[in-house]
């Protein structure tokens, strides 16, 4: 009982998916009998005088009998055939309208869901001890007593009906037979109405209250949508784990660039961002590898070793570090100050001698200043931070 009051939660996606796949999904009966008895009465309406005809022509075949009829020893079981095959031609089509209707109801009241699962052997139903808390559960309780009173409706409707149209049903017995068919046909079609719409109207209070009753019964506690969190998301030690190990895999294929770049911008040792440009196949220079603090120090001893310059530009260094990301291109407002220091990396490149190359004097790139976090506006505290950790360039 304190369990089923802490499900105050409405059910997740998830567990209305699973409650499908187990074939718990909002079905009305009352529904199912509202179309059943309605397609019913429609189609007999609609071909009441051309089923009134057939009949009225099979009883004049069945009665019509001659000599040679009488000579042949299987002509009463040849007669009793055709008699059978016209009934059914009648009530075949028939059958399969009512049978759409039903399926069309059980659409309309949960839609769609095929499942072999319920159909499973369940032992433990075999049990009638492990049942009868079942038959005396309030759900069984409820659905009784609306089939009861559903009965009573039914039965009120009809006998009303009956006893106001007495003298009709008894006068039909002095009547033609043609006539007595058309006249029943027609009496019952407003009694099968009149019952239609009881049925009408169960069916609207129904089909509400067994969707009301399907989200109540799959309704979640807190404790459950946690769990329920855990099984979709995983243990949160492992995706910490595994994301650990995804930035390390990441951050030794960004590493395995370096030595390909053309040159490590630095700001001098917090932040590092290698560049490359290769004419032929890029449109702009793009950012191969980026760090801060020891991966910064970490790309500056690969580039040292792998004689990839390096320089110094602290605004560039900043910019490009918080404005590009690592395999995409630099933005276009860096682009005069990255070609500046290419232009540099090409003159080292050319060189005659290492002399000729220290000669050459670093270029110093202008950044847009608000392209320059150290510009940005910061709070006080966050402001004194910044200026105890990062020397001044």
Not at 38 to 45: E, H, K, N, R, S
Not at 349 to 359: M, S, V
């Amino acid at each position: 009982m304190a369990d089923a009051q802490n499900r105050n939660l409405p059910a997740s996606a998830r567990k209305i998916f699973k409650a499908r796949r187990d074939g718990q999904v909002p079905r009305s009966r009352d529904l199912g009998h509202l179309a059943l008895i309605g397609a019913g009465t429609l189609l007999l309406a609609a071909l009441a005088p051309a089923a009134v005809e057939r009949l009225r022509g099979m009883l004049a075949r069945g009665l019509r009998f001659d000599a040679q009829t009488l000579a042949a020893s299987d002509a009463m079981t040849r007669q009793a055939l055709d008699q059978v095959l016209q009934m059914l031609l009648m009530v075949l089509p028939l059958g399969i309208a009512m049978a759409l209707a039903a399926v069309a109801a059980s659409l309309l009241s949960g839609g769609w869901n095929f499942t072999l699962k319920p159909l499973a052997p369940k032992f433990d139903k075999l049990n009638p001890l492990a049942g009868l808390p079942r038959l005396l559960s309030r759900h069984q309780l409820v659905e009784t007593l609306k089939a009861c009173l559903l009965a009573a409706v039914l039965l009120t409707v009809g006998g009303l009906y009956l006893k106001q149209h007495l003298g009709e049903f008894i006068a039909l017995s002095g009547q033609p037979l043609a006539t007595a068919l058309a006249s029943s046909a027609e009496l019952l079609r407003g009694g099968v109405m009149l019952l239609v719409l009881a049925l009408g109207a169960f069916a609207l209070v129904d089909v509400p209250l067994q969707r009301w009753r399907l989200a109540n019964q799959l309704k979640m506690s807190f404790d459950e949508v946690k769990q329920e969190f855990k099984e979709q998301e995983g243990n949160a030690e492992v995706k910490g784990k595994m994301k650990a190990r995804m930035r390390q895999m990441a951050r030794r294929r960004m590493l395995a660039a370096v030595p390909e770049a053309d040159l490590v911008v630095m700001n001098p040792t917090h932040y590092a961002v290698a560049l490359k440009y290769d004419e032929a196949t890029m449109a702009a220079p793009r950012v191969v590898a980026k760090g801060s603090d020891l991966l910064a120090l970490r790309i500056r001893d690969l580039a040292a070793e792998h004689q990839v310059p390096v320089l110094q530009a602290p605004p560039l260094a900043r910019a490009l570090y918080a404005h590009a990301e690592i395999d995409q291109e630099i933005p276009a407002v860096l682009f005069g100050a990255v070609a500046q220091v290419l232009a540099w990396v090409y003159q080292l490149r050319r060189a005659a001698t290492p002399a000729a190359a220290a000669a050459l004097s670093a270029p110093t790139p202008a950044v847009p200043p608000e392209l320059d976090p150290q510009n940005a506006p910061q709070r006080p505290a966050a402001a004194a931070r910044r200026r105890k950790r990062t020397p001044e360039a």
